[in-house]
């Protein structure tokens, strides 16, 4: 009896040993540097790829440890579920634990493309299209399919996508980025919108959006902007036409060769600011934040026109008499 209950004593200490030995291995194992058979390693995991395929694919894509062995550091952490979809970059000295932190934490691998203040859509598409890592989901989409792609059927696309830099994913679709920038936009035209002048003559957010556009390419230096805003928000009040050159150029579109000829001004057109009053049908390029601002809290001014003085800035006019002056002295 003595001898059997030493026996079960022997076995248990034993058992302890080997349990306290595997723990301490792990503990060490997960502060070594992973093996890599390159400098850096990348991994795209998709949304829905399970812990066990996720421990696959970086042992498939040169971290050297076997995949299980990844799996149950990720299994046994309590973490595996947290894992995050993403684009994913290790280098050297990488330890079993920082490469769960970094995936859990979503510290992605990111490309970036900028959207320009006073783009056209078409210019926008066009720097998508070649836009690095970036899946091509939308290429041979008219405008009108593309806008009931990312859930906004029926409207214009011009105007409708905010100006900033959008960071993505490696793999991301160019249709979530397209979603991104039309949510901000629709956040910074509500934004601006709530802080419209009591005496604004616009009619509704989507004018403000319109106007914001020509403002936006009618302005040569920040500082002229509200001013800009100003005298066409005066145009609108009393049903003088906008007469503005960039909305004559954006109705004719590709066949604009940089030349904007007496023909083009005296040829009706829905875009034809010189021949109609009001705003045009839409928008004609993307506006920033501050072109918005412009256009719903313009300068309070008396000036009817503006010219280009050439380096930049405007001259503003409150009589034809006194704009014709100015045309003379800058531009003849």
């Known amino acids: 009896m003595k001898f059997l209950r030493r026996l079960v004593l022997l076995v248990f200490v034993l058992g302890l040993l080997v349990v306290g030995a595997a723990v301490g291995g792990t503990v060490w194992w997960l502060q070594q540097p992973l093996p890599l058979n390159a400098d850096a390693v990348e991994v795209s995991i998709e949304p829905g790829t399970s812990p066990r395929e996720v421990a696959l694919a970086w042992t498939q894509a040169g971290v050297q440890a076997p995949p299980v062995l990844l799996y149950e550091w990720f299994r046994w952490s309590g973490q595996a579920r947290k894992i995050r979809a993403g684009s994913y970059a290790i280098a050297r000295g990488i330890t079993p634990r ?35 890592n970036l899946k091509q989901t939308t290429t ?87 001013r800009v805003a100003g005298v066409f928000t005066n145009r609108l009040r009393i049903g003088m036409p ?20 007496k023909r083009d001004l005296t040829t009706d057109g829905p875009y034809n600011t010189y021949l109609r009053t009001g705003l045009p049908p839409t928008p004609i390029a993307m506006p920033g934040r501050a072109s918005l601002l412009a256009a719903v809290r313009p300068d309070t001014t008396k000036a009817l026109y503006f010219v280009a003085r050439g380096d930049g800035s405007s001259q503003f006019s409150e009589t034809l008499a006194e704009h014709n002056r100015a045309v003379n002295q800058y531009q003849k």
């Open 242 to 261: 906008l007469q503005t050159d960039p909305t004559v150029i954006y109705g004719l579109g590709e066949a604009f060769d940089g030349n904007l000829r």
């Open 140 to 226: 041979g989409m008219t405008e009108a399919q593309l806008m009931a792609a990312i859930g906004a059927a029926g409207l214009s696309p011009e105007g409708r996508f905010y100006p900033d830099t959008y960071a993505y994913s490696k793999g991301a679709s160019d249709v979530a980025v397209l979603k991104r920038a039309h949510r901000a936009m629709q956040r910074q035209l509500e934004l601006a919108w709530a802080e419209r002048a009591a005496s604004s003559p616009l009619r509704n957010a989507d004018d403000a959006l319109t106007l914001a556009s020509i403002v936006e390419k009618e302005t040569g230096t920040p500082a002229d902007r509200s």
């Open 98 to 132: 920082g490469l769960l932190d970094k995936m859990v934490r979503g510290d992605e691998v990111l490309s970036t493309v900028r959207l320009i203040e006073g783009w056209t859509f078409r210019q926008f598409r066009a720097e998508l299209a070649k836009a690095e």
